[in-house]
């Protein structure tokens, strides 16, 4: 069956970087386009960054463009995110989801990771 | 991006319908056919519940149903059940002119009295 998980959260403190991953099974990774949404404590969702089944297109929310970076490896079936200068304010559970070639929604998710930035 | 306009709490007794709005605007919801409903328990990750405004994925039960009109799309969950209470999210594909990307609703709690 799909399955997402994500790893590499953790706590870091304002200003520094953190690398999450997300390692995708039961299913052509290749195939899918890739998107990376978050949730902070008590909070709604937040779409954070997208990107393409080849890589080639990338989508970032305005609040964390050029602070973070998507990337995938589409031969290690897993997708990346590179989060630098965080601030308080990034502190969230960080879900990677799929979407599919024929729309625009998410259709599976994994069970998030949690970044929390402090002092 | 600016978030979609949803209530912020629903409720219902077991048996009833409800339904969630979502509002938002041309360049969102009324703009495109893709807006899609999510579910999450507390813990919880999403569940996707309604895709390109009435679909359901295989799995997700008929009593679940979307709809739109103009720059407000809807959510209807009929025959309440226990199991349904849960936050629920609306979400649409923007493309005003920068960025590009995916706009979510600020969630809906839905109490089963």
């Known amino acids: 069956q799909v399955q997402l998980v994500e790893s590499g959260g953790g706590l870091v403190k304002p200003g520094g970087s953190l690398r999450l991953s997300c390692a995708a099974s039961g299913f052509t990774f290749s195939d899918y386009y890739m998107s990376w949404i978050r949730q902070a404590p008590g909070k709604g969702l937040e779409w954070v960054s997208y990107i393409s089944s080849s890589g080639s297109t990338i989508y970032y929310a305005d609040s964390v463009k050029g602070r973070f970076t998507i990337s995938r490896d589409n031969a290690k079936n897993s997708l990346y995110l590179q989060m630098n200068s965080l601030r308080a304010e990034d502190t969230a559970v960080y879900y990677c989801a799929s979407r599919p070639y024929y729309g625009n929604h998410f259709d599976y998710w994994g069970q998030g990771t949690l970044v929390t930035v402090s002092s | 991006q600016s978030a979609l306009t949803q209530p912020a709490s629903v409720s219902g007794s077991p048996g009833q319908s409800i339904t969630i709005s979502c509002t938002g605007t041309?360049?969102?919801?009324?703009?495109?056919?893709?807006v899609s409903w999510y579910q999450q328990h507390p813990g919880k990750a999403p569940k996707l519940m309604i895709y390109e405004v009435s679909n359901r994925p295989s799995g997700v039960s008929n009593r679940f149903s979307g709809s739109k009109s103009g720059n407000t799309a809807s959510l209807t969950i009929s025959g309440l059940q226990a199991e349904d209470e849960a936050d629920y999210y609306c979400?649409?594909?923007?493309?005003?002119?920068?960025?590009?990307?995916?706009?979510f609703g600020g969630g809906t709690k839905l109490t089963v009295l």
């Open positions: 041309s360049s969102d919801v009324g703009g495109y056919n893709y």
């Open positions: 979400s649409s594909y923007t493309s005003s002119s920068t960025p590009r990307g995916w706009v």
